[in-house]
Nanobody, 127 residues
Framework: QVRLVESGGGLVQAGGSLRLSCAAS????????MGWFRQAPGTEREFVGS????????YYADSVKGRFIISRDNAKNTVYLQMNSLKPEDTALYYC????????????????????WGQGTQVTVSS
C-alpha cells in the first residue's frame, strides 16, 4: 500500500496562492489515481479534485473549479494541488489520497474509492 505525505500548507491572505505537494512511497505510484480532499472544523471531509493515473484527466469540485489545478509527476512520485485566488472558505486541513485503479483513464471522485490517505496539511486563508 502506498504511503502519502503532504506538505506546502500555511497561512495566506485571501486572493493569494499556495501549492500543496503529496509525496508517495512504498508502491508503484503510477498504479494509483490521486485525489485531494479537505476538512474544515465541524464539517465532513469533502472532495476537492482528482487526477487519473497518467495525469491526462482531472475532475474538480464546483467550489474550486477554475481556481485549483491538480497535476502529477510520476517520475517524482508526487501529486500537486495548485490553489489560486484563495478564499477564507478554503481554510481546511487538506488530505492527499490514493486509489488503486486498473483503468488508467478513470478519475475517482468518491471518498470510498480511495484506500490510502496522508495525515493532512493545514491551509488557512485570512480575509
Amino acid at each position: 500500500q502506498v504511503r502519502l505525505v503532504e506538505s506546502g500548507g500555511g497561512l495566506v491572505q485571501a486572493g493569494g496562492s499556495l501549492r500543496l505537494s503529496c509525496a508517495a512511497s512504498g508502491d508503484t505510484f503510477s498504479s494509483y489515481a490521486m485525489g485531494w480532499f479537505r476538512q474544515a472544523p465541524g464539517t465532513e471531509r469533502e472532495f476537492v479534485g482528482s487526477i487519473n493515473r497518467s495525469g491526462g484527466n482531472t475532475y474538480y469540485a464546483d467550489s474550486v473549479k477554475g481556481r485549483f489545478i491538480i497535476s502529477r509527476d510520476n517520475a517524482k512520485n508526487t501529486v500537486y494541488l495548485q490553489m489560486n485566488s484563495l478564499k477564507p472558505e478554503d481554510t481546511a486541513l487538506y488530505y492527499c489520497a490514493a486509489a488503486q485503479i486498473n483503468y488508467r483513464y478513470y478519475v475517482p471522485t468518491s471518498y470510498g474509492d480511495f484506500g490510502s490517505w496522508g495525515q493532512g496539511t493545514q491551509v488557512t486563508v485570512s480575509s
